[in-house]
C-alpha cells in the first residue's frame, strides 16, 4: 500500500458525459500527477500539482482539467467523454516540487470505461 | 522528443534463474534520470531502480541492477533470483529535470514459472 488513495476503483459512463476522479496522496506530500495508462498509447504523464499550482504538463487534453485543492487532495475533471478515453488513471504523489530524486509514488488507479 | 523503447513486449524466466529487460531511449540532453517501474497484476507501480545519467556507476537495489551504457542510450534491467512474485509488467522510463516528465516505454510482460 503505497498511501495513495483514489476513488472510484472502477468507472462506467457513456459518451459526452463527465466524470471526476478524486486522488489524496499520501500525508504530506506536496505533489499529485496524474498519469493515463491505455493499450493503445501506453502511460503517459498527464499533468503535475504542486502545493496547489500547476507545475507540469504533459499529454492533456484540453477536454480535461485539473486542479489540487488547499488541503492537497487532487481533483482530474475529464469532460465530453470519447470512446478512446477509456484507460487506467493513476494518481502519485512525491513530497516536495518533483524531480528525479524524488519518488513519485503511485495509487491504485481508476478504471475508467465509456461505452 | 525523448523517446523510450522496450523492444521485448514479453519475457519468461524460470524461478532462480536470471533475466535481462531492455531498454533503449532518444535524447539530446545530458542529464536525465532512467528508471525501472515494476506493475505487478494489482496493477500498482512501484518503483524498481534509478539511475542517474552522470553516475558511471550501475545502481543496484538487492536483486535488481542495471546495465547503463549512456553512449549506446541503452538501460537494461538485470533480475537474479527470479521469484514469483516478480511477476509483473516493467515499464522502463526517462525522466528530464527540465520539464519534470516521465516518459514511459511500452513495457515488458515478465511471467515467472514455477
Known amino acids: 500500500d503505497s498511501g495513495v488513495t483514489q476513488t472510484p476503483k472502477h468507472l462506467i459512463t457513456a459518451t459526452g458525459q463527465r466524470v471526476t476522479l478524486r486522488c489524496s496522496p499520501r500525508s504530506g506530500d506536496l505533489s499529485v500527477y496524474w498519469y493515463q495508462q491505455s493499450l493503445d498509447q501506453g502511460l503517459q504523464f498527464l499533468i503535475q500539482y504542486y502545493n496547489g499550482e500547476e507545475r507540469a504538463k504533459g499529454n492533456i487534453l484540453e477536454r480535461f482539467s485539473a486542479q489540487q485543492f488547499p488541503d492537497l487532495h487532487s481533483e482530474l475533471n475529464l469532460s465530453s467523454l470519447e470512446l478512446g478515453d477509456s484507460a487506467l488513471y493513476f494518481c502519485?504523489?512525491?513530497?516536495?516540487?518533483?524531480?528525479?530524486?524524488?519518488?513519485?509514488?503511485f495509487g491504485p488507479g481508476t478504471r475508467l470505461l465509456v461505452l | 522528443a525523448q523517446t523510450v523503447t522496450q523492444s521485448q513486449p514479453e519475457m519468461s524466466v524460470q524461478e532462480a534463474e536470471t533475466v535481462t529487460l531492455s531498454c533503449t531511449y532518444d535524447t539530446s540532453e545530458n542529464n536525465y534520470y532512467l528508471f525501472w517501474y515494476k506493475q505487478p497484476p494489482s496493477r500498482q507501480m512501484i518503483l524498481v531502480i534509478r539511475q542517474e545519467a552522470y553516475k558511471q556507476q550501475n545502481a543496484t537495489e538487492n536483486r535488481f541492477s542495471v546495465n547503463f551504457q549512456k553512449a549506446a542510450k541503452s538501460f537494461s534491467l538485470k533480475i537474479s533470483d527470479s521469484q514469483l512474485g516478480d511477476t509483473a509488467m516493467y515499464f522502463c522510463a526517462f525522466f528530464r529535470g527540465s520539464n519534470y516528465k516521465l516518459t514511459f516505454g511500452k513495457g515488458t510482460l515478465l511471467t515467472v514459472n514455477p
Open positions: 502519485a504523489s512525491s513530497p516536495q516540487s518533483g524531480g528525479p530524486q524524488e519518488t513519485q509514488y
